[in-house]
């Protein structure tokens, strides 16, 4: 049962980021190239967040001490 929510959960996630791309495109006129590069902007920073994350941890572990 906890399953099949997690997986509706996500489901009307993607359906709402679909609706918001469709109502800003035919209702507010925003072309779909602009939400073609917010989409890969975020994706791009994202990516940089976890990449600084992954180096703070690598960091932090160089200069752990070892028992």
Request: proline content about 3%; hydrophobic content about 65%; overall charge positive.
């Amino acid at each position: 049962m906890a399953r099949r929510r997690h997986w509706r959960t996500i489901f009307l996630a993607l359906v709402a980021c679909a609706t918001f791309a469709w109502s800003a495109v035919y209702q507010f006129d925003v072309e779909p190239a602009v939400l073609l590069e917010i989409l890969l902007m975020s994706v791009s920073l994202v990516g940089l967040a976890m990449l600084a994350a992954v180096l703070a941890l690598f960091i932090r572990a160089l200069f752990k001490p070892r028992d």
